[in-house]
């Protein structure tokens, strides 16, 4: 008899089993892995709350002021008069105005100000610089695999066990300078704070998220075969759950066909002529942009098991994802020239850990002549390709293919440097292999 899978049993089993492990364990440090969109935030509040409960006072690291913010704003939501310190740093403007009116949150730059509370939220860099303060039982480090290992050297004499959770397929911790001396060390201080932890912790349990709730049914079996191949995971949603459609028929061009053939399919692929371009390639650039406009104009709308009625799908829940900065900003002035406001255009970096209706996606190799380690990245193309709950649209140049071929992976194998897989040169051909599927052609 076959078994059927229960998105929601199995979640809830994998997160029983790690709120067991953290509230009871006798382990210095739990690690939990998650896919993207499978509720890392919900965890940690969940955890926060629930060791809260239970009398363990706990201090909570996350790596961005938006995240710490993001984090005090969801423990507010969920239990209103638990006593929460937000530590900020001593800018003018160190904190979202929105921690103003939450009467159980009290903010202060001097961790002796918020002692005694249930959980204290603040960044590993704030963190670092607290000093003569009684350790805390537990802590709980979100987005841990954005997190360097120095940073949690920094902080690792402030607490006594921790839950580390993060997303291993995402971009590795970022580092202003270069780290080859280093490679292969154990106390590689560029390495992420998970991967120094469990090199000499190897005992240490470690769990891992089984869903996604993102990523429609479409998306996650390749995103999971492309990035998460040891680590699979189930969209916790089926075919039928989610649909895409718009008001206005399509006009035959080429960003309305890819439109149509994502809402189809959940993917999208419009390949312009190939040509080595400049970096903002302005015939790539203005077809993200066309896709985005033509998308708004055809009034779209978004149905899905969160709402019973079916949802426009506005500015507000569309993104634009590219590698570089240049970019992003030819494709926001190539928006405004169209009317556009309102979509986030950003980079991958940027748009880490946030959730979109639909995003499009300038492909990082698109007109390249070569295929540098930077835009190789695994973590770069698995962020630009799971950020959406319905579709996503892929604009590249065509030969990106052939460019991967005559470009195999040059990187300096290393000693004691443990081999990422899988490595971008693959991950790449998986992701365009599905798209090609979904190619729609288009000369501009």
């Known amino acids: 008899m076959r078994t059927v899978f229960d998105p929601g049993a199995e979640a809830a089993r994998a997160t029983g089993a790690i709120l067991d492990d953290t509230l009871r364990g006798s382990a ?21 709350l629930e060791l809260a409960a239970a009398g363990h006072p706990l201090m909570v690291i996350a790596q961005t002021n938006a995240q710490v913010d993001d984090l005090v704003v969801r423990l507010a939501e969920k239990e209103p008069e638990l006593p929460v310190g937000r530590l900020h740093s001593s800018d ?32 590993a860099a704030k963190w670092a610089h607290v000093k003569n303060v009684e350790p805390w039982g537990h802590a709980i480090v979100d987005e841990a695999y954005q997190m360097r290992s120095d940073a949690l050297l920094a902080v690792a004499g402030l607490f006594e066990r921790a839950l580390f959770v993060g997303d291993p397929g995402q971009l590795d911790p970022f580092s202003i300078v270069g780290a080859d001396q280093w490679a292969g060390l154990s106390y590689d201080p560029s390495a992420s704070a998970v991967s120094t932890l469990l090199a000499h912790n190897p005992e240490l349990p470690q769990h891992r ?9 479409s998306a996650a079996p390749l ?31 080429g960003p309305d066909r890819v439109l149509d053939e994502a809402a189809e399919a959940g993917w999208g692929l419009l390949e312009l002529p190939a040509r080595h371009t400049p970096r903002t390639d302005p015939e790539a650039v203005r077809a993200v942009a066309l896709v985005v406009r033509r998308l708004l104009d055809r009034g779209g709308v978004a149905t899905s098991e969160r709402a019973e009625q079916p ?33 986030a255009v950003d980079t991958a970096n940027r748009l880490q850990g946030r959730e979109f209706d639909v ?30 709950r319905h579709a996503c649209i892929v604009v590249c140049r065509e030969g990106v293919a052939d460019l991967l071929d005559e470009h195999p992976s040059t990187e300096p194998v290393q000693l ?9 040169w693959e991950a790449n051909h998986a992701v365009l292999a599905r798209l090609a599927e979904h190619r729609v052609r288009w000369k501009p």
């Open 223 to 253: 995103v999971s075969d492309a990035f998460y191949p040891y680590t699979p995971f189930r969209s916790g949603t089926g075919h039928g759950d989610r649909k895409l459609s718009f008001g206005v028929a399509s006009d035959g061009s």
């Open 209 to 217: 998220l089984p869903v996604s709730w993102r990523l429609p049914a």
């Open 311 to 343: 949802v426009p799908v506005t500015a507000d829940r569309v993104a634009v994802g590219t590698a570089h900065r240049d970019q992003a900003a030819a494709v926001r002035a190539a928006l405004a020239e169209l009317g556009v406001t309102g979509v």
């Open 359 to 388: 995003t499009v996606v300038l492909h990082p190799l698109s007109g390249r002549p070569d295929a540098t380690a930077f835009h190789l990245e695994t973590g770069r193309l698995c962020v630009l390709a799971s950020r959406h």
């Open 92 to 123: 003018s403007d160190p904190y979202d105005k929105v921690l103003d009116g939450l009467d159980n949150v009290r903010k202060s730059a001097k961790a002796a100000d918020l002692a005694g509370l249930d959980v204290v939220i603040s960044t």
């Open 28 to 48: 210095r440090g739990i690690v939990v892995d998650s896919p993207p969109g499978a509720g890392k935030s919900t965890l940690v509040v969940r955890a926060a």
């Open 416 to 424: 004691g440097v443990t081999v990422k897989f899988p490595d971008g």
